[in-house]
């Protein structure tokens, strides 16, 4: 995705299930593509209220 005029942007997801072993919250992570070509990958996204997982 690519931000608006004043750098702003909005993406909408599902909540992915959970992983086979049950000891990871649901999570997505994100990479970014700067304009020049550079990425780097960021931490998980939990999911607020998420119980899947046995803590």
């Given at each position: 995705?690519?931000?608006?005029?004043?750098?702003?942007?909005t993406?909408?997801?599902?909540k992915?299930?959970?992983?086979?072993?049950?000891?990871?919250?649901?999570?997505?992570?994100?990479?970014?593509l700067?304009?020049?070509?550079?990425?780097?990958?960021?931490e998980d996204?939990?999911?607020?209220?998420d119980?899947?997982?046995?803590r």
């Amino acid at each position: 995705m690519k931000t608006d005029r004043d750098s702003k942007y909005t993406f909408y997801t599902l909540k992915p299930g959970i992983y086979p072993n049950r000891t990871s919250l649901a999570h997505i992570h994100l990479t970014v593509l700067e304009p020049d070509g550079k990425y780097y990958w960021l931490e998980d996204y939990q999911f607020e209220g998420d119980a899947s997982a046995d803590r």
